[in-house]
């Protein structure tokens, strides 16, 4: 099934959609924390538990997980930020089905507990954490507990993954119904934990008022092209991949070597002579085909029924790389505008926005990593989900951003957050492996936006697969066919 992310906007209305359907929201709430109880006892050895419970409904949630764990036979205490006489609704009535003791929640009590479950605050965040909230959530990080988050850990805001303020550190995360980009978008990703998901009673159905846009990329959200008996090497596309000059050819390597490993038919290096030359050093499947200057780029197209290209590694920040993606925009064939392909247009983006928007093919990806994102596009306000968007919409192309949460966005805003990274993927280089793994695909004859997340995926997978520090972007080429053939099975 296709991972929406829901907003906690977004989540709110899934809850009354569910209400108005006919569940009871405290049967949402009794279903929450016997999630939760379920997932503390499956994950972790039976010890004496905190659970930490807010003034609102992540509270409530609380309430009805330390009743069941009690239930099972764990030693719980439970301590509340706040007083009982305040709380409201649900999580009233939940706290009132607790019959032990309620602690006025405090640093200190922290310190004694192998579990706390953390039901501070969840999606309702109002304003940063501070003063007592804050103190607290720094004593639960500095204590020796396992911690557990209800919905989201304290402090990370469910919308947009950043801190605010001060948040817990779990160990897991136990969250609703859909996940939220915050579980995705860092740094609260990294807070997280393991994320895990539970069915409370919301039906499916909601999603189809609700219309999100933002989704987990992983592997149904695109189908990886196959190959059928009688194909043969044109009918899997031609990637051209442009070189930089002959003292820098490596990244343009990188990329071509990406192209033809995610399956790219054909793949041609295009470059000055001298380039070439050091390229032939190096390849053989790789085809090499002079493109001196720009105005070479249309007859290479042609001659060779080129069908995507990828423009940018080590390209050069120069006039003569600002014609090539000029005339590159000007074809027919899929474009990968990366690395200076992007920077060379930093101070005129309305042109190259232009170039792209009056194109028949509409199949364009921008692959900025942050700098290159703010050369581009300036300092665009939200979080990294909202300037992904945006940036597709002012530019008209499928904008990848780059990062350990890379987003996805199409120009009409439909967005996808890439979970599948790794940290040994922060190698010089693999962003190069990416744009010519992009470029492969479309050639194949993907659109812009599945081909980004497909390659984005395959790509984090890769950066896994290797499991060890010491990956080097020449590795990663290597790695793809064990891949592709997991994803085919
Ligand atoms: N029907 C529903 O809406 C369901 C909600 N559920 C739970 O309810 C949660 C959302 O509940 P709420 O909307 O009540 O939100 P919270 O439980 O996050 O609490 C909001 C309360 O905290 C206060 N607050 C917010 N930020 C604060 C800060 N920085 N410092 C001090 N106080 C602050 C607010 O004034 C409000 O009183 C979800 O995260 C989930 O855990 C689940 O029970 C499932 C069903
Ligand atoms: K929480």
């Given amino acids: 099934m296709v991972q929406e992310l829901l907003t906690p906007r977004e989540m709110a209305r899934a809850d009354q959609l569910a209400v108005a359907s006919g569940v ?23 010890q004496p538990v905190l659970v930490l419970c807010g003034p609102g409904n992540n509270g409530g949630d609380g309430f009805v997980a330390a009743r069941l764990l009690e239930e099972r036979g764990w030693p719980v205490r439970v301590a509340l930020l ?14 009132r ?58 402090g990370v805001d469910g919308a947009t993954g950043q801190i605010r303020g001060v948040a817990m550190e779990a160990a897991f995360t136990v969250t609703f ?62 990637c051209l991949v442009i070189s930089g000059d002959a003292l ?11 192209a033809a490993r995610i399956g790219a038919g054909l793949v041609t290096l295009g470059g000055a002579r001298d380039a070439l030359l050091v390229h032939a050093a190096h390849l053989t499947a790789i085809m090499l085909a002079e493109c001196d200057r720009p105005d070479d780029l249309r007859p290479l197209l042609d001659r060779r029924k080129i069908n995507a290209i990828v423009i940018g590694p080590a390209a050069g920040v120069s006039e003569d790389t600002r014609q090539l993606v000029l005339e590159a925009l000007a074809s027919e064939a899929s474009i990968v505008l990366d690395a200076d392909a992007i920077s060379t247009f930093a101070q005129e983006p309305d042109a190259l926005f232009a170039a792209i928007k009056a194109r028949k093919n509409p199949n364009v990806v921008l692959t900025p990593h942050h700098g290159e994102f703010s050369r581009l596009f300036g300092e665009i306000a939200g979080c990294k989900l909202d300037r992904a968007q945006a940036a597709a919409k002012r530019s008209g192309a499928v904008v990848l951003y780059k990062g350990a949460d890379t987003v996805i966005a199409r120009p009409d805003g439909y967005v996808a957050i890439n979970g599948s990274g790794s940290p040994n993927l922060a190698t010089a280089g693999s962003g190069d492996v990416l744009a010519g793994m992009i470029g492969g695909l479309m050639a194949q004859g993907m659109n812009a936006f599945d081909g980004a997340c497909a390659a984005a995926y395959i790509h984090g997978l890769a950066g896994r697969r290797y499991g060890k520090p010491g990956l080097i972007a020449d590795d990663l080429p290597g790695i793809l066919p064990d891949i592709l053939f997991e994803l085919s099975i």
């Fill in 97 to 154: 089905r607790w019959t032990g003791p309620i602690e006025q929640a405090r640093p200190e009590i922290c310190m004694d507990f192998g579990v706390i479950v953390d039901g501070l605050f969840g999606a309702g965040l109002s304003r940063d954490v501070d003063g007592l909230a804050a103190e607290i959530v720094r004593a639960a990080n500095n204590s020796a507990a396992e911690i557990v988050a209800i919905d989201v850990p304290s």
């Fill in 82 to 95: 706040g007083e009982k006489a305040d709380l409201k609704g649900d999580a009233a009535l939940v706290a």
């Fill in 248 to 258: 820098h050819t490596g990244a343009a390597r990188l990329s071509a070597l990406g």
């Fill in 177 to 238: 119904f859909r996940c939220k980009p915050g579980h995705l978008l860092q740094p609260g990703a990294a807070l997280c934990g393991k994320v895990l998901l539970a069915d409370i009673g919301i039906p499916d159905a909601v999603i189809d008022e609700i219309e999100p846009l933002a989704f987990e990329n992983e592997r149904l959200l695109w189908t990886l092209p196959r190959r059928r008996v009688d194909d043969h090497k044109f009918s899997s596309g031609h």
């Fill in 24 to 46: 009871p929201s405290l049967t949402l709430m009794e279903n929450a924390g016997q999630a939760i109880a379920f997932e503390v006892v499956s994950h972790l050895p039976l």
